[in-house]
């Protein structure tokens, strides 16, 4: 045991120095803020939201997924507050943002912090973008299956970013079961995404390889490795339950019917949370969908693939 403890010990030291010595550290760790704002959702929870660029400009709507914040984004917000009016915000739970009030993390409390912050921060009704990742993009179907006429009124395009609308612990590719152990699968991986067990926070180097295992690919630099641990051990026990309980069971195709403004779908070769299955069942379902497949990278391609996901998102803008 002793052997083992200072082996992971040396490992920590040897991850921190080349973590230090990857060119992208500083940018990854600087402090990136905008204009913040704080507002209440429907059922009283606090939001936490920022704003970047000009308020003249198109508006971009940047919603997050599970276990991350709104920092997921700074590379995409550094590019497109440039010419366009960014908005971005923590999700109910996440980063600054309040816990819920009520205890409600279903993809309903997901649609209405969404419809929330497009009150505040949009001063007029003009045609808007609304780019999510992974449960970030659940969130976008439900608002848009509560509030249809507000997408053809109001919504430019979307894209949506290694995500899925049903059946996600089934088809996770985190464990190579065979198609007999299937249901096994399932049911101990809903159990594991309802658990509100904390994460182990030391050894680091530990936690580090397991979110690399399930977040990114094989060639993820060390920086972006420990900024994904960072965020992931940001988030509390209950809230990752509580939403973890919600994506266990997760239905959404029905909201699939509303979105039926452009949208490109983004999958990503090593994403094991939300691989590409995912994706092409989504392009198939939206009238007006381009699928894109990001090679090399996992399930975080706002951080692995900044320039594709910003193209993408200027896509759909242009």
Sequence with gaps: MAAASAGLILLDRRDRRTVAADP???????????????????????????????????????VHGWMCTLQLWR??????????????????????????????????????????????TMAAPRPMVLAGHSMGAMGIVAWARAHPGQVRARVHGVVLANTG????????????LGTRLAPLRAAVGSRLLGSALPLPSRPRAVVSRVVRFLTLGPSASPAEVAFATEMVMACSAAVRAGFGTTL???????????????????????????????????????????????????????????CEVTGAIRRVAR
């Design 248 to 306: 266990a069971a997760v239905d959404l195709l029905d909201g699939l019917d509303a979105v039926v403004v452009p949208a490109v779908v983004l999958t990503a070769e090593h994403d094991r949370l939300t691989p590409s299955v995912h994706g092409r069942r989504i392009a198939e379902a939206l009238p007006d969908a381009t699928l894109i497949e990001i090679p090399g990278v996992g399930h975080l391609t706002p951080i692995e693939a900044p």
């Design 165 to 176: 609308v049903e059946e996600l612990v089934g088809r996770a590719r985190v464990a190579a």
């Design 75 to 120: 590379r995409q917000i550094v590019d497109l507050a440039s010419d366009h009016y960014v908005v971005a915000y923590d999700l109910r739970g996440h980063g600054r943002s309040g816990t819920a009030v009520t205890g409600d993390y279903s993809v309903d409390a997901l649609a209405a912090d969404l419809d929330a912050v497009l009150h505040h």
């Design 24 to 62: 992208e550290a500083g940018a990854l760790a600087r402090p990136f803020h905008g204009r913040a704002a704080r507002l209440r959702s429907a059922d009283g929870t606090e939001l936490h939201v920022e704003v970047f660029g000009s308020e003249s400009g198109p508006p971009v709507v940047l």
